[in-house]
Nanobody, 117 residues
Framework: QVQLVEFGGGLVQPGGSLTLSCAAS??????????MGWYRQAPGKERELVAT???????NYADSVKGRFTISRDNAKDTVALQMNNLKPEDTAVYYC?????????WGQGTQVTVSS
């Protein structure tokens, strides 16, 4: 079982920056979390991938955030962070932390990011 708690989020002006953090708590650990990442869901839209990172630090980004967002991970602490720069109104969404532990997906409760002037 993996519990994910997100931190960060809020209101930011276009062009601004924001950092999201997520801490994972693993009960009865057998192995490490293979993939951690961030997804987002805007009103009326489906949840979409933002960025993922493996335990070996391989990253994957949605085309819409490449060059603006950076994902990082601390394997020892089971944390993942998303540095978001040059934010745009279209980045407004609820952002969800995700962890793939074995073959099971776990999700955080979500944190709202609003980009508006």
């Amino acid at each position: 079982q993996v519990q994910l708690v997100e931190f960060g989020g809020g209101l930011v002006q276009p062009g601004g920056s924001l950092t999201l953090s997520c801490a994972a708590s693993v009960s009865r650990r057998i192995f490490s979390i293979n993939i951690m990442g961030w997804y987002r869901q805007a009103p009326g839209k489906e949840r979409e991938l933002v960025a993922t990172i493996t335990s070996g630090a391989m990253t994957n980004y949605a085309d819409s955030v490449k060059g603006r967002f950076t994902i990082s991970r601390d394997n020892a602490k089971d944390t993942v962070a998303l540095q978001m720069n040059n934010l745009k109104p279209e980045d407004t969404a609820v952002y969800y932390c995700h962890a793939l532990y074995g073959a099971i997906s776990f999700w955080g409760q979500g944190t709202q990011v609003t980009v508006s002037s």
